[in-house]
């Protein structure tokens, strides 16, 4: 295990000779470096591995001089038949490759069904949910995780194993701070019991006690405010990795952070207050088309939006004004509000014919009556704003619903509520102490009531640890089935090829990703990290150049159009652009370079930087694209680097195929999940955000979380020590005991506002809308910006100085090769538009605001949000409605088919809307039958469905 370890200590001292190396798109005319031979060439002794049994049957000859290279070819296959397990299997002529095509056509034929109405508008946002958690079902079916009685054993234990690890961080927080509380407690007690039976010590023992207390106020509060956020948040996005490494053999391929919209491109999740605004407007307009009861009038509704629209027109005036050249959230708000002016102006086309017709409403045909053809287009570009704005609705719930964390949430519930009986416990301790006057002797009440307060932790502590685990895996199933139901309602669904209309087998390998590929892709972050920071590197260097010079402060960009500032945000934005158009950013550093004159020592380390980052781009594309032989013949990674590649994917073969267990192949993987933490941790963006979203729990309602609690019990506990030790120890003091008694009502009052902070879903949409936006606004951090100091004691916070300075001093990569000495540019301060502090501070008072009637409605139960699930019956609830005028015996074959569907409950309330009410789902009394010009649907039809529902906030 010592050489196992020794192999990981990959830092600069260790490995001079892994430095930034030439590259050529030929790689048989790159030259040759002994420190980036390929892992098969270089490596003195093979890999021990286990014997490959499921997909490929690699060969044990690792005792010859090819054996690393043996095994790298069959890992390459196994690799290859992973990405095509599932064409495989549906072209399979097997029994189960039938049962699996009767699967995939029930699934097809549903999601054809409801894109084809979600297209039309005419799917209620209920319905796409029932059809799309039908759906989801369906996938999970398919790819083996869930058959017709629910989850597979082998889901439910990948699934706890995920579970146990994800909630490692919290349990291990909560189980210092109450060993804390109960040490000091416990101890407390004895002290107070043996100042009773022996007084001539009691001054001693009295200032042993309050010693002791000064001591477990400061190590709580350290606890609590670094462990618990800084720790635990950077610890966050260990356990994160970890989980998918964990995870169950096909995961579903979508993430929380973005979907596939209507067109087809991926998308940030929508923006539920901007959605839920722009539904209000568009809901008004349709009823007042649909002269529904008690809609607004045209014309006022007319008066209103032109009002709105010059309100929204002076804010676009008044920020560009400000930001001539917007960055970053300017950016994204002058967007949003740009995208909100379109929205009226189509919503005003849409009612200045109503409004000049509404008294026009007769027709000379009789009983049926028509719209002119000049409102056809506007009301239709109407609807199809209700539809898009429904649809984005029904996937922000959906997304929601992927972050519930309900069983999960239901132990922090508890927890609360034994926190709220420890500090009522604390209460009557207290009232007793001040009704009681410090008598002499033993007091049992105090007694008692410090011991049932110890019990009451002890409970606490045991009850979470044990349970958490397999809650956490519940969850984890619950997000499984929600995440494939997003897929079930996006157009990342859709199984059929675009060139003939048939189902495509490759479509279903791309929904899923398997133990394999999620290493390459981790693998991928880290090569990702690197270019990162070869590319601060660049920018030091032009920076440090422009410094000495002071000549030149912006260059063109290389379309022409704009010039680009030569600052840190200024040249990675352009960066950016460039790469997510798929160009390379050779042209413009080295345009840039010519244009401010560097010398030439500089010219050739930003030329070895580029080199390098070109290299990183091949290795990224052949990980992407799972060709682990061509990583090792290109010479595209360290040999340290493959060594690891290879191990963690040998690791993967024992968990997933069935393997012996080997040692080493295990601290690989661990190396890797490593990588991929760091890739967040050592970015503030990443950082910053899981550290918010743990802070934000923490201090809910500054006084509510479960940190608070202790933070209350540690600050209580010093201010009465303190003025107990300032009235002299062997004092009575009245003031210490109401220090007390207010500690013991704040304690008990806390967990009660702040006991469903703990669901998550809350907490984890902030986080993620902030990462959406922030990727969108374009808002960027440079490498090693993170807020603790490099290591892997995530527990144990040092916080970063250059960090709190904004100074880029750190061109450390994660994994090698490493930037050449000569190639380190001087240090250099940057601009940051990231303010941790602001959103921790959302994250504490947004979730669940502290004076809102929803704290009374909710504080003794979850809140009424629907995690995801499975549907016991999908075919039935798929299966097309039937004609009305079916004979009576269809009609009774049919009910006994499908199950009566579930009223509705609170549960089952869209978590895309704060609402305690259902969707209203085309409510109201129909008006006379009027068709439109065209068309044998009335305007009631057209409206039906397409998010006629009402949006309460």
Same mark, same amino acid.
């Given at each position: 295990?010592?050489?196992?370890f020794d192999?990981?200590?990959?830092?600069r001292?260790?490995q001079?000779?892994h430095?930034?190396v030439?590259?050529?798109d030929?790689?048989s005319e790159a030259?040759v470096d002994?420190g980036?031979k390929?892992?098969?060439?270089r490596?003195d002794r093979?890999?021990?591995?286990?014997?490959f049994?499921?997909?490929?049957?690699v060969?044990?000859i690792?005792g010859t001089?090819?054996?690393?290279?043996?095994t790298?070819?069959?890992?390459d296959?196994a690799?290859?038949a992973e990405?095509?397990?599932?064409?495989?299997?549906y072209?399979?002529?097997s029994e189960?490759g039938?049962?699996?095509?009767?699967l995939?056509g029930?699934y097809?034929a549903?999601y054809?069904?409801?894109?084809t109405?979600r297209e039309?508008?005419?799917?209620s946002i209920?319905?796409?949910?029932?059809?799309?958690?039908?759906?989801?079902?369906?996938?999970a079916r398919v790819?083996?995780?869930?058959?017709?009685?629910g989850?597979?054993?082998?889901t439910?234990?990948r699934?706890?194993e995920?579970?146990?690890a994800?909630?490692?961080?919290?349990?291990?927080v909560n189980?210092?701070?109450?060993?804390?509380?109960?040490?000091k407690t416990?101890?407390?007690?004895?002290?107070d019991v043996?100042?009773?039976?022996s007084?001539?010590?009691?001054v001693a023992?009295h200032?042993t006690?309050i010693?002791?207390?000064l001591?477990?106020?400061?190590?709580?509060?350290?606890?609590?405010c670094?462990?618990?956020?800084v720790g635990?948040?950077?610890h966050?996005?260990?356990?994160y990795q970890r989980?998918?490494h964990?995870?169950t053999?096909f995961m579903?391929?979508q993430?929380?952070?973005s979907?596939?919209n209507?067109l087809?491109?991926e998308?940030?999740?929508?923006s539920l207050?901007?959605v839920?605004?722009?539904?209000?407007?568009v809901n008004?307009?349709?009823r007042?088309?649909?002269?529904?009861?008690?809609?607004?009038?045209a014309e006022?509704?007319?008066?209103s939006l032109?009002?709105?629209?010059?309100?929204?027109e002076?804010?676009?005036?008044?920020?560009r004004?400000?930001?001539p050249d917007?960055?970053?959230?300017?950016?994204?708000?002058?967007?949003?509000l740009?995208e909100?002016?379109?929205?009226?102006?189509?919503?005003?086309?849409a009612?200045t014919?109503?409004?000049?017709?509404s008294?026009?409403?007769g027709s000379a045909?009789?009983d049926?009556?028509t719209?002119?053809?000049p409102r056809?287009?506007?009301?239709?570009?109407?609807f199809?704003?209700?539809?898009?704005?429904s649809d984005e609705?029904?996937?922000a719930?959906r997304?929601?619903?992927?972050?519930?964390?309900?069983r999960?949430g239901?132990?922090k519930?508890?927890?609360s509520?034994?926190?709220? $009986?420890?500090? *009522? !416990?604390s209460?009557?301790?207290a009232?007793?102490e001040?009704?009681? =006057?410090h %008598? &002499?002797g033993? @007091?049992?009440g105090?007694?008692t009531?410090?011991l049932? $307060?110890?019990? *009451? !932790?002890?409970?606490q502590?045991?009850l979470?640890?044990?349970?958490? =685990?397999? %809650? &956490?895996?519940? @969850?984890?199933?619950?997000?499984?089935?929600?995440?494939?139901?997003?897929i079930?309602q996006?157009k990342?669904?859709?199984?059929r090829?675009?060139?003939? =209309?048939r189902?495509?087998?490759?479509?279903l390998d791309?929904l899923?990703?398997?133990?394999?590929?999620?290493?390459m892709?981790?693998?991928?972050?880290?090569?990702n990290f690197n270019?990162a920071v070869h590319m601060?590197?660049i920018?030091g260097?032009?920076?440090c150049?422009i410094?000495s010079?002071?000549t030149i402060?912006?260059?063109?960009s290389?379309?022409?159009?704009r010039m680009?500032?030569?600052?840190?945000?200024?040249?990675?934005r352009?960066?950016?652009?460039?790469i997510?158009?798929k160009?390379?950013i050779?042209?413009?550093?080295?345009?840039?370079?010519?244009?401010?004159?560097?010398?030439?020592?500089?010219?050739?380390?930003?030329?070895?930087?580029?080199q390098?980052i070109?290299?990183?781009g091949?290795?990224v594309k052949?990980?992407?694209k799972?060709?682990?032989?061509e990583?090792d013949?290109?010479?595209?990674?360290a040999?340290?680097?493959?060594?690891v590649?290879v191990g963690?994917?040998?690791?993967?073969?024992?968990?997933y195929?069935?393997?012996?267990?080997?040692?080493?192949?295990?601290?690989?993987d661990?190396?890797l999940i490593r990588?991929?933490?760091?890739?967040?941790?050592r970015?503030l963006?990443?950082?910053?955000?899981?550290i918010?979203?743990k802070?934000?729990?923490t201090?809910?309602?500054i006084?509510g979380?479960?940190?608070?609690?202790?933070?209350?019990?540690a600050?209580?506990?010093?201010?009465?020590?303190?003025?107990?030790?300032?009235?002299g120890?062997?004092?009575?003091s009245?003031a210490?005991?109401?220090?007390?008694?207010?500690?013991?009502?704040?304690?008990?009052c806390?967990?009660?506002?702040?006991s469903t902070s703990?669901?998550?879903y809350r907490?984890?949409?902030l986080?993620n809308?902030?990462?959406?936006?922030?990727k969108?606004?374009?808002?960027i951090a440079?490498?090693?910006?993170g807020?603790q100091m490099?290591g892997?004691?995530?527990?144990?916070p040092?916080?970063?100085?250059s960090?709190m300075?904004r100074?880029?001093d750190?061109?450390d990569t994660?994994?090698?090769?490493?930037?050449?000495?000569?190639?380190?540019p001087?240090p250099?301060d940057?601009?940051c538009?990231?303010?941790?502090?602001?959103?921790?501070?959302?994250?504490?008072?947004?979730?669940?605001p502290?004076?809102?009637?929803?704290v009374?409605?909710?504080?003794?139960?979850?809140p009424?949000r629907?995690p995801?699930?499975?549907d016991?019956?999908?075919?039935?609830?798929?299966?097309?409605?039937r004609?009305p005028?079916?004979d009576?015996?269809?009609?009774?074959r049919l009910?006994?088919?499908?199950?009566?569907?579930?009223?509705?409950t609170?549960g089952?309330?869209s978590?895309g809307?704060?609402?305690?009410e259902?969707?209203?789902i085309?409510a109201?009394?129909?008006a006379?039958?009027?068709?439109?010009?065209?068309?044998?649907k009335t305007s009631?039809?057209?409206?039906?469905?397409?998010?006629?529902a009402?949006?309460?906030?």
């Amino acid at each position: 295990m010592s050489i196992m370890f020794d192999c990981f200590k990959t830092f600069r001292n260790h490995q001079p000779e892994h430095i930034v190396v030439d590259a050529f798109d030929d790689a048989s005319e790159a030259p040759v470096d002994e420190g980036m031979k390929s892992a098969s060439a270089r490596r003195d002794r093979s890999l021990p591995r286990g014997n490959f049994s499921t997909h490929v049957d690699v060969p044990s000859i690792l005792g010859t001089k090819d054996g690393l290279r043996k095994t790298i070819d069959a890992l390459d296959k196994a690799i290859k038949a992973e990405r095509s397990t599932w064409q495989k299997k549906y072209k399979s002529k097997s029994e189960s490759g039938d049962a699996l095509r009767k699967l995939i056509g029930e699934y097809d034929a549903g999601y054809q069904r409801l894109l084809t109405e979600r297209e039309a508008g005419t799917v209620s946002i209920d319905d796409m949910e029932h059809r799309a958690t039908a759906l989801g079902t369906l996938l999970a079916r398919v790819y083996g995780l869930a058959n017709e009685q629910g989850w597979t054993d082998e889901t439910k234990r990948r699934c706890k194993e995920m579970g146990d690890a994800y909630v490692y961080p919290s349990v291990f927080v909560n189980d210092l701070s109450s060993g804390l509380l109960i040490a000091k407690t416990l101890l407390g007690l004895i002290l107070d019991v043996a100042a009773m039976g022996s007084p001539a010590h009691a001054v001693a023992l009295h200032g042993t006690k309050i010693a002791f207390n000064l001591s477990y106020a400061v190590l709580q509060s350290f606890v609590t405010c670094c462990v618990s956020t800084v720790g635990s948040g950077t610890h966050q996005s260990d356990v994160y990795q970890r989980t998918l490494h964990l995870a169950t053999e096909f995961m579903p391929d979508q993430p929380t952070t973005s979907y596939t919209n209507v067109l087809g491109d991926e998308a940030p999740p929508p923006s539920l207050p901007h959605v839920k605004k722009s539904l209000r407007l568009v809901n008004a307009v349709v009823r007042t088309i649909r002269k529904d009861a008690g809609c607004e009038s045209a014309e006022n509704l007319l008066q209103s939006l032109q009002t709105r629209r010059e309100r929204v027109e002076r804010a676009i005036e008044e920020k560009r004004r400000k930001h001539p050249d917007p960055a970053g959230h300017q950016k994204l708000e002058l967007k949003r509000l740009d995208e909100h002016r379109g929205l009226i102006e189509d919503l005003l086309k849409a009612l200045t014919p109503v409004e000049t017709n509404s008294d026009d409403t007769g027709s000379a045909d009789g009983d049926e009556d028509t719209f002119e053809g000049p409102r056809l287009d506007p009301v239709m570009l109407v609807f199809r704003h209700q539809a898009r704005l429904s649809d984005e609705l029904a996937v922000a719930d959906r997304l929601l619903r992927a972050n519930v964390q309900h069983r999960v949430g239901n132990g922090k519930w508890w927890r609360s509520m034994f926190n709220m $009986s420890n500090g *009522l !416990t604390s209460i009557i301790k207290a009232t007793h102490e001040i009704a009681d =006057g410090h %008598a &002499s002797g033993y @007091d049992f009440g105090i007694i008692t009531a410090g011991l049932v $307060s110890t019990a *009451l !932790t002890v409970t606490q502590v045991l009850l979470y640890r044990c349970t958490q =685990g397999s %809650a &956490s895996g519940e @969850d984890h199933c619950a997000k499984i089935a929600s995440l494939f139901a997003l897929i079930g309602q996006t157009k990342r669904g859709d199984l059929r090829s675009a060139r003939n =209309g048939r189902i495509d087998p490759k479509a279903l390998d791309k929904l899923v990703i398997g133990p394999r590929m999620t290493r390459m892709t981790t693998l991928v972050k880290g090569l990702n990290f690197n270019s990162a920071v070869h590319m601060l590197a660049i920018i030091g260097h032009i920076k440090c150049h422009i410094k000495s010079s002071a000549t030149i402060s912006e260059v063109r960009s290389p379309d022409g159009r704009r010039m680009v500032p030569l600052t840190f945000l200024g040249l990675q934005r352009e960066f950016n652009a460039l790469i997510k158009a798929k160009k390379h950013i050779d042209a413009f550093v080295n345009a840039t370079l010519e244009r401010i004159r560097v010398r030439d020592e500089t010219e050739a380390s930003v030329t070895r930087l580029l080199q390098q980052i070109a290299i990183n781009g091949r290795a990224v594309k052949a990980c992407k694209k799972g060709k682990l032989s061509e990583l090792d013949e290109d010479d595209l990674l360290a040999p340290e680097v493959m060594e690891v590649l290879v191990g963690a994917l040998q690791h993967a073969q024992h968990l997933y195929s069935g393997d012996d267990y080997d040692a080493y192949a295990h601290g690989c993987d661990e190396r890797l999940i490593r990588w991929g933490a760091e890739t967040e941790i050592r970015v503030l963006t990443g950082n910053g955000k899981q550290i918010s979203a743990k802070g934000g729990p923490t201090f809910s309602n500054i006084f509510g979380g479960n940190g608070s609690f202790f933070a209350i019990k540690a600050l209580g506990t010093a201010v009465s020590s303190g003025v107990q030790l300032g009235a002299g120890i062997d004092s009575p003091s009245e003031a210490s005991d109401w220090i007390d008694l207010a500690t013991a009502v704040f304690s008990c009052c806390g967990p009660v506002c702040g006991s469903t902070s703990g669901y998550a879903y809350r907490t984890v949409k902030l986080k993620n809308e902030g990462r959406a936006a922030d990727k969108e606004a374009d808002v960027i951090a440079p490498p090693n910006s993170g807020i603790q100091m490099q290591g892997e004691h995530d527990f144990m916070p040092v916080f970063s100085l250059s960090t709190m300075r904004r100074r880029a001093d750190n061109f450390d990569t994660l994994i090698p090769p490493f930037i050449a000495p000569e190639d380190v540019p001087p240090p250099f301060d940057y601009e940051c538009e990231v303010s941790v502090m602001r959103d921790m501070w959302e994250q504490m008072t947004k979730p669940q605001p502290l004076f809102s009637s929803k704290v009374l409605k909710k504080w003794a139960g979850p809140p009424f949000r629907k995690p995801g699930s499975l549907d016991p019956d999908p075919q039935a609830t798929l299966e097309p409605p039937r004609s009305p005028d079916l004979d009576p015996q269809a009609t009774s074959r049919l009910a006994r088919r499908r199950k009566k569907p579930p009223e509705m409950t609170r549960g089952d309330v869209s978590s895309g809307s704060d609402s305690e009410e259902p969707y209203d789902i085309g409510a109201g009394p129909k008006a006379d039958r009027r068709t439109v010009k065209g068309t044998d649907k009335t305007s009631d039809e057209y409206a039906e469905g397409l998010a006629a529902a009402s949006i309460f906030v």
